[in-house]
């Protein structure tokens, strides 16, 4: 029966019904690629942790040669461990930031793919375009953002995300991804090109400022990614897994 079959008749109308989250079709529990993504953001943070120490002790070495405290064999001889632990580091650091892409990029695919099976309608990003725009030139500077907003809203009321308010921690994630992404170009093209002391000084301090950055965006996409997931098992349809 509808609202207009019950004003036949002089009958009194029936109050609109309230909307419910549609059965659990399609709908996968993020739980797993979150606990997975987790550990791989504290593992991430860990090593970062790691590279600031190093990189305060390459600084303080570069200081003593400058300054002529430690020269000759002595010199080499530092500046070689130094090297040695520096691209072990950074070795790690590379294959920790590709499987951390990799593994995010799967997060991020889930849980769009997650709106729809909630009650979500009008959507600007699937899944696939949630993920391929961090790897658009120049698009990727808002895009990525964008999906990202409209996967907070939908999380927090499915049935009502074009009215829900973005949380605080969005803004702050991406103001630090850019931000690593930034100072971690600027460290390398600096080491790249450096040819005196004062050139390899300028990229260890670049360098410090970008991982002590990435240290501050892991913890931030730690508690947003934890959000998220939380919302969206809130939301969690009837009979879902």
Known sequence: MTIDDTTQGGAAPLPPSVPTVPAAMGFRDPSKITRILTTILWASLAL?????????????????MQSG??????????????????????????????????????????????????????????????????????????????????LWLVSADPLHWQQQERGQLLPWWWFLWLLAN?????????????????????????????????IALEIVAILLVGQITRMQLARRPAGGP
């Open 48 to 64: 970062d942790c790691i590279a600031v120490l190093s990189g305060l002790l390459e600084y303080h070495l570069l200081q003593e």
């Open 69 to 150: 405290a430690i020269t000759g064999s002595d010199m080499n001889t530092a500046a070689n461990a130094d090297d040695s632990r520096q691209r072990l580091i950074g070795i790690g650091q590379v294959a920790t930031y590709v499987v951390t892409v990799i593994v995010f990029g799967r997060w991020i695919y889930v849980l769009n793919a997650n709106k729809i099976p909630l009650g979500a309608s009008g959507l600007q990003f699937t899944p696939g375009w949630a993920v391929g725009w961090f790897f658009i030139p120049f698009a990727n500077l808002w895009k990525p953002y964008q999906a990202m907003k409209e």
């Open 182 to 214: 930034i100072l971690g170009q600027m460290s390398f093209r600096l080491s790249l090109h450096a040819t005196d002391m004062s050139d390899f000084v300028a990229a260890n301090v670049v360098s410090d400022l970008a991982d002590s950055t990435s």
